[in-house]
């Protein structure tokens, strides 16, 4: 996937904008309904956000196409948040303060929904993250929602498949000491794996950007493990997946969604072949709206095949178009209890049921690398 320098954003930032200029949000007031999303557009995860982007804004269109929601177009505002610490705050303050949007949406990764939360539940807007997992992220305010399972539940599933479907006694576990994902699945796969029966043999760290893991990787070696945990984002696990090959440490790696992206395979080529990690939807199974998905955003996308984060990032605007529907409003409060009363809400990802914590209760998948594609293995359910 092309990255886009961010010289590009600026340009085309106006194309964010689907429909009007008036600032009105009151249904029957004229104007547009305007929701703020915050993406990381440019910076070293910005695959995560621009897949995200790409299935907000496609949902928002066909919204549109659709007549809009309360007899109005949906107007769609995006900032980028270079994969910066703070800059999700600063983008955010500006949506709510300057902009008056009714709802965000954003962000994938958890560090950067934390920091933006608060701001979302203090000024009473509701926030939806497509894909941030970490279980801080909901627990900031009952204004703040999301259309991802949780890494309690993801960690475990691979503390599961390890210890069930692999036969893993011994592993390994190597976390992103910078990343609240990475630690989160760390914590609740350990736990996991123990009350299996199965020892952590050894735990180290990096810090997320870090482009030399040999010498951890000498000593996750020395220790012999059936297999090491590496729950951080695509960019340094496609680089540990390289040089554990290169120290000879020939046994599977396993992840989270965090590893979902073609610039896994694209840095890591042959040497993430035969690895595992979980994630929310594959387009190769799934319900006939699913299907749609994958054919529409192929068409609008050029041909390009949705991955987990487009699909999430569809579903979070599907179910905020679903709530103000239901609300008959734009008002904070009422959209808020709207989005809480969202159950069994049909989308891409599965069938979306929010929970009294405001997280999302659905199924998640493991995907194998192999051949440098993502295949699909098994479906889990919550």
Known sequence: MKIWPAHFFAAVATSFILTGCNQSSTPGAGGTIKVGEFASLTGKDATFGISSHEGTLMAIEEINADGGVLGKKLELLTEDTQCKAGESATVVNKLISRDNVIAILGEVASSRSLEAAPICQQNKVPMISPSSTNPDVTKTGDYIFRVCFIDPFQGTVMANFASGTLKAKRVAVFTDVKSDYSKGLAKFFKERFKANGGEI??????????????????????????????????????????????????????????????????????????????????????????????????????????????????????????????????????????????????????????????????????????????????????
């Open 201 to 382: 043999v050894v735990e180290l760290d990096y810090n997320g950007g870090d482009k030399d893991f040999k010498a951890q990787l000498t000593s996750i070696k020395a220790a012999n493990p059936d297999g090491v945990f590496v729950p951080g984002y695509y960019t340094e696990a496609a680089l540990i997946c390289v040089q554990a090959k290169q120290l000879g440490l020939n046994v599977p790696l396993l992840g989270g969604d965090g590893w979902e992206a073609s610039t896994l395979v694209e840095i890591g080529g042959d040497a993430v072949n035969g690895n595992y990690f979980s994630t929310h939807y594959h387009q190769s199974v799934g319900t006939p709206i699913s299907k749609k998905f994958n054919e529409n955003y192929a068409k609008r996308w050029n041909g390009k095949t949705p991955d987990t984060m487009a699909a999430c990032g569809y579903d979070s605007a599907l179910v905020l178009a679903d709530a103000i529907k239901r609300a008959g409003t734009t008002d904070g409060p009422k959209l808020r209890d709207a989005i809480a009363a969202t159950k069994t809400f049909p989308a891409v990802t599965g069938t979306i049921t929010i929970n009294e914590n405001r997280d999302a209760s659905k199924s998640a998948v493991i995907l194998k690398v192999e051949a440098g594609k993502f295949k699909y293995l098994e479906t889990i359910q919550p």
